[in-house]
């Protein structure tokens, strides 16, 4: 089992920035790929950015350049920074990785409310 826990979500004007993080414990070996979702209301759930174990990252379009998705090995930490915000980028926030035998784990989520 993995246990994620995300931090750092909030409300903020557009334009604003924030900074997500999602500590992993627990059974972390053989982690492949970790990254964001986020699910707005009414919407389905989208992934936001991904960071491979090779330290490959991939991003949704309308966030490229915006965004920036990291990890601290050390601190078995990952990152979302999240600059020049939208309104568009409301939503729950959530922390997922996958391992190596397919497992998908999910963090509780984080409300990030940016405002007009």
């Known amino acids: 089992q993995v246990q994620l826990v995300e931090s750092g979500g909030g409300l903020v004007q557009a334009g604003g920035s924030l900074r997500l993080s999602c500590a992993a414990s627990?059974?972390?070996?053989?982690?492949?790929?970790m990254g964001w979702y986020r699910q707005a209301p009414g919407k389905q759930r989208e992934l936001v950015a991904r960071?491979?174990?090779?330290?490959?990252?991939n991003y949704l379009d309308s966030v490229k350049g915006r965004f920036t998705i990291s990890r601290d090995n050390n601190k078995n930490t990952m990152y979302l920074q999240m600059n020049s915000l939208k309104p568009e980028d409301t939503a729950v926030y959530y922390c997922?990785?996958?391992?190596?035998?397919?497992?998908?784990?999910w963090g509780q989520g984080t409300q990030v409310t940016v405002s007009s």
């Open positions: 627990g059974s972390i070996f053989s982690i492949n790929v």
């Open positions: 997922w990785v996958r391992k190596s035998n397919a497992s998908n784990y």
């Open positions: 960071i491979t174990s090779g330290d490959i990252t």
